[in-house]
């Protein structure tokens, strides 16, 4: 009883070393060879990053759905540069209150490359997703 009782100690001992290293390697901060969900939709794999001068002058709205609910935005640009976003629509499973903080970091990073909010995860991601479809809109043919 002795041997299996080591055995298996030593098989969850190996485990848990497998899952933390996964973790480990999942959770490591962003460097330039990483990007963000948002960054990656953004790009396409054989052209480089533009900036955002590719996006013409306007108002476009974009929404972004999940099984949980749907964020709708209108995103305003001007002179190339992002200069308002707007929740114009939130039905999601968590107050918007949840997300109010996401504009102000579209502006402030100029993409929809922003963190998502903990807690209210999926609503942050069609958040994002919403302002993605804005700016698909807007890019310049």
Known sequence: MAANGKAFILMCSTAIGIIYAA???VT???NDSQQSFASQAMQSTSEPSTPLSKYKDGTFSGSGTNR?????VNVTVTKGKITSVEITRSATRYPERYIDSLPAEVIAS???DIDTVSGAT?????FINAVLDALSQAEQS
């Open 110 to 112: 100029q993409s929809a």
């Open 23 to 25: 973790g480990y390697s």
């Open 122 to 126: 999926r609503s942050s991601q069609d």
């Open 68 to 72: 949980f609910g749907t964020v709708e």
């Open 28 to 30: 490591q901060p962003r």
